[in-house]
């Protein structure tokens, strides 16, 4: 079963504007983690959030985690075409039921940027 | 770069052979996962190592199995290989054993395909 949902699946914005990708998990989580991922290329680590309300923002790219630590949210501010490829949450798997130390992921979010 | 390195970039094979893929952590982690990642799977966990011994295992079927050396590299080998095991194969790693502390750094991965 699916335990970390990603909305939406796909995304395509106009250069210069703003979206928003959520990632939702069934239980409240220890930590959350957002990669991005070019196709075919390897996971590029963005952020971690640990505490309910916590907020991080890397250039253009702002995270948070709600309060409850069920649900972080990606905002792109002024998207440019740099920031195309698949967004991907994940969360411990020790905060399922699983063994601690690996991470689990959504299916990912694929962002397209229209010049 | 995040100094994850896998080996080789991208391996042909046919049904039934058998291959190792192999991966280099960043300098100073000790621990070093295997991903695997489909379109219809997404990104699975196959199997952890911290410092040379088993950590977790996941969704890993009994023809693959994997090591972790004393230089900490690890190799993952896959045997009577079939179609359904075409995919991205991804290392990643961590300087601690569990993903609370530090997070996964991937490699670039190596596009597997059976024919």
């Known amino acids: 079963s699916q335990e970390l949902e990603q909305s939406p699946q796909s995304l395509i914005v106009q250069e210069g504007k703003n979206l928003t990708i959520n990632c939702t998990s069934s239980?409240?989580?220890?930590?959350l983690y957002w990669y991005k991922q070019k196709y075919g290329e390897g996971l590029i680590f963005l952020m971690m959030l640990q505490k309910g309300g916590e907020e991080k923002s890397h250039e253009k790219i702002t995270a948070k985690l709600d309060e409850k630590k069920q649900q972080s949210s990606l905002h792109i501010t002024a998207s440019q075409p740099s920031h195309a490829g698949i967004y991907l949450c994940g969360a411990d798997s020790g905060d399922y039921g699983g063994s601690q130390g690996n991470l689990i992921f959504g299916k990912g979010t694929k962002l397209s940027v229209k010049p | 770069d995040s100094g994850v390195t896998q080996t080789p970039k991208h391996l042909i094979t046919a049904t039934g052979q058998r291959v190792t893929l192999r991966c280099s952590p960043r300098s100073g982690d000790l621990s070093v996962y295997w991903y695997q990642q489909s379109l219809d799977q997404g990104l699975q966990f196959l199997i952890q190592y911290y410092n040379g011994e088993e950590r977790a295992k996941g969704n890993i079927l009994e023809r693959f199995s994997a090591q972790q050396f004393p230089d900490l590299h690890s190799e993952l080998n896959l045997s009577s290989l079939e179609l359904g095991d075409s995919a991205l194969y991804f290392c990643?790693?961590?300087?601690?054993?569990?993903?609370?502390?530090?997070?996964?750094?991937f490699g670039n991965g190596t596009r597997l395909t059976v024919t």
């Open positions: 990643a790693s961590s300087v601690e054993g569990d993903s609370y502390n530090s997070p996964l750094h």
């Open positions: 239980k409240t989580l220890y930590g």
